[in-house]
């Protein structure tokens, strides 16, 4: 039986030439952004959710999901385990009795100042190698481009 499939040329589609190194470069980021993390004595979703409460005055769950990388499905358990090593705590929300509001403990906002800095100081180098600031600025609209593209209807016009 004859294949009738057309090859599939990279060169004729520029996307595809971007899959593999993006899905490369994002999980070499979260399997080094991971293990310095467990360095510290946390998980990459606890850290992602106290980088995210720290500075702040709280959030609610839903808010919180969307704000880190960590999935919905995933969240509750990274936030019961955070609650028991007494780094964050919940509050009702006094405009709405039905959604709780996650805040950083004395101790978590503690942590918080001290895992940032040191997590940032940490990952810098990896990007400071690898580009110049001007290409840092150009890749972070770039794939700010992308995500927003991901927001859309796949239907919509194509730019």
Same mark, same amino acid.
């Given at each position: 039986m004859?294949?009738r499939? /057309? *090859? @599939?040329? $990279?060169e ?6 971007? $899959? ?5 470069? !994002? ?10 993390a467990?360095?510290?004595?946390l ?5 992602d @959710?106290?980088?995210?409460l720290?500075?702040? /005055?709280? &959030? ?6 969307? +704000?880190?990388?960590?999935t ?6 990274? $936030? %019961?385990? #955070?609650?028991r090593k007494?780094?964050? !705590? ?5 405009? /709405?009795?039905?959604? =709780?509001i996650? =805040?950083l403990?004395? +101790? ?8 940032? *800095?040191?997590? &940032? %100081?940490y990952l +810098? *180098?990896?990007?400071? =190698?690898a580009?110049?600031?001007?290409e840092?600025k150009?890749? +972070?609209? #770039?794939? #700010?481009?992308? =995500? %927003?593209s ?7 016009? @194509?730019?």
């Amino acid at each position: 039986m004859e294949d009738r499939r /057309d *090859p @599939v040329n $990279l060169e004729e589609e520029p996307f595809r030439m971007l $899959l593999r190194p993006l899905a490369e470069a !994002y999980l070499s980021f979260i399997r080094e952004s991971d293990r310095h993390a467990e360095k510290m004595g946390l998980t990459g979703g606890q850290f992602d @959710v106290i980088a995210t409460l720290g500075d702040t /005055d709280g &959030m609610c769950c839903r808010e919180l999901s969307e +704000k880190t990388l960590v999935t919905k499905g995933t969240l509750t358990g990274v $936030l %019961d385990r #955070l609650e028991r090593k007494g780094l964050i !705590y919940g509050t009702t929300s006094p405009s /709405d009795r039905r959604i =709780r509001i996650i =805040r950083l403990t004395n +101790k978590g906002e503690a942590l918080f100042r001290k895992v940032f *800095p040191e997590h &940032m %100081d940490y990952l +810098k *180098p990896f990007f400071q =190698r690898a580009l110049t600031g001007a290409e840092m600025k150009t890749l +972070k609209e #770039l794939l #700010l481009k992308v =995500r %927003d593209s991901f927001q859309e209807e796949p239907g919509s016009p @194509v730019a």
